[in-house]
Each structure stands twice: as structure tokens, then as C-alpha cells.
């Protein structure tokens, strides 16, 4: 849990916390870590700028926001062997 808690502070990334029990009517928090200790983090809102402390005993899941990098690559590979396919059917339909 706090190496991903720190690879996400290293890469300044947003991470979700799913809590044992509720805080604030709350079970999920979302933001970026801005404090990491041996006993637990303090997570920065974005959109509020408000600040919560939480020890690591409290935390039941931690997860990194996924990158879509991935798929954005995949998706411009696939996007370029289309227009490739249809460049040469053009060709070859020109040349008849």
C-alpha cells in the first residue's frame, strides 16, 4: 500500500483511498498525496483544496488512477494501418 502511495507522490498522480469505515459520510476519497509518513498520508481534494489526514490502519484499498496512454497508442497504431488499407485500395482502384 505505501509503495504505491509513494510512486504516486513521486509522479505528483491522483489516487483513490476506499476507507474501513465512514469519515465525514464519506467511504472513498480522491486527490493527490501531498504528506506520506510510516503511519499514514495526507491527501489533498483537488477541487477543494481541503486536506484530510489518514493513518494507514484506517485505509482498506488504495489505488493509482489508471493512465490511458496505452490505449491512446493503440488506438493512433490502429488509426494509421486504416488509413494505410485505404491509401492503397485507392492506388490500386486509380491504376485500373
Known amino acids: 500500500m505505501k509503495q504505491t502511495v509513494q510512486k504516486a507522490m513521486e509522479k505528483d498522480k491522483e489516487?483513490?483511498?476506499?476507507?474501513k469505515h465512514q469519515m465525514n459520510g464519506k467511504t472513498k476519497l480522491k486527490g493527490k498525496v501531498k504528506e506520506l509518513t510510516d503511519e499514514g498520508l495526507t491527501l489533498t481534494d483537488l477541487k477543494t483544496g481541503e486536506r484530510t489526514r489518514l493513518a494507514f490502519d484506517e485505509i482498506k484499498e488504495i489505488r493509482g488512477k489508471a493512465s490511458h496512454m496505452?490505449?491512446?497508442?493503440?488506438?493512433?497504431?490502429?488509426?494509421?494501418?486504416?488509413?494505410?488499407?485505404?491509401?492503397a485500395i485507392n492506388s490500386l482502384g486509380n491504376n485500373s
Request: no cysteine; charged share 0%; aromatic share 0%.
Open 70 to 87: 496505452g490505449l491512446i497508442v493503440a488506438l493512433a497504431v490502429v488509426a494509421g494501418v486504416a488509413i494505410a488499407v485505404l491509401v
Open 15 to 19: 489516487i483513490s483511498v476506499v476507507l
